[in-house]
């Protein structure tokens, strides 16, 4: 049951989540992980905007940040005492969720494990979740795993004085 674990891996807080997890199900069940990244273009456009005055070769960059992230996540799965293999993909074999389905079934997984924003409405529009898709195509069993609630202050509307929920997760601010 649950020998062979596939696990996305992007070196996000939210992956990070999906990762404990899935050492966790490793540990029970006495299973593998396969660790997966794909250089995409989300990644290549937070590079970009991150080193902007840099005119290097972006995609060498990204796919040596890539193996990066997964020699980190590896090193972590080792020190939980399981097994891990890494495998890293570029955006021009595949969309992420496309890949990571194909892993899936080449491989082949008993489940995978993702962490997921649960992003709703326009953010969901706007910035896709590769999660769902995972999760619709899937040929394996997927746990999902939700990133933690950012942290709320409460802030006074300058206007009336009225409380306003204010969230701090990345430095972006959201008002509801």
Same mark, same amino acid.
């Given at each position: ?16 989540? #999906? %990762? $404990?997890?899935?050492?966790? !199900?490793?540990?029970?069940?006495? @299973? +593998?992980?396969?660790? =997966?990244?794909?250089? &995409? ?39 939980? #005492? %399981? $097994?891990?293999?890494?495998? !890293?993909?570029?955006?021009?074999? @595949? +969309?992420?969720?496309? =890949?990571?389905?194909? &892993? ?73």
């Amino acid at each position: 049951m649950y020998q062979k674990i596939l696990v996305p891996v992007d070196g996000s807080s939210t992956s990070e989540r #999906g %990762l $404990e997890e899935a050492i966790r !199900l490793g540990s029970l069940t006495h @299973g +593998r992980l396969r660790l =997966l990244h794909v250089v &995409d273009e989300l990644s290549l456009a937070l590079a970009m905007d991150a080193y902007s005055g840099y005119a290097g070769d972006w995609m060498n960059t990204l796919r040596q940040e890539g193996r990066r992230i997964l020699e980190d996540a590896k090193a972590r799965v080792i020190a939980a #005492g %399981l $097994e891990a293999e890494t495998v !890293l993909y570029d955006n021009a074999e @595949g +969309r992420v969720h496309d =890949l990571t389905i194909d &892993d899936a079934k080449k491989w082949p997984a008993d489940v995978i494990v993702i962490g997921t924003h649960g992003r709703r409405g326009i953010g969901r529009m706007v910035l896709g979740s590769n999660a769902e898709h995972v999760l619709r195509l899937s040929p394996a069993p997927v746990l999902l795993v939700r990133a933690t609630e950012p942290a709320a202050t409460t802030k006074l509307d300058e206007r009336d004085g009225s409380p306003l929920r204010v969230h701090l997760p990345t430095g972006a601010l959201a008002i509801e």
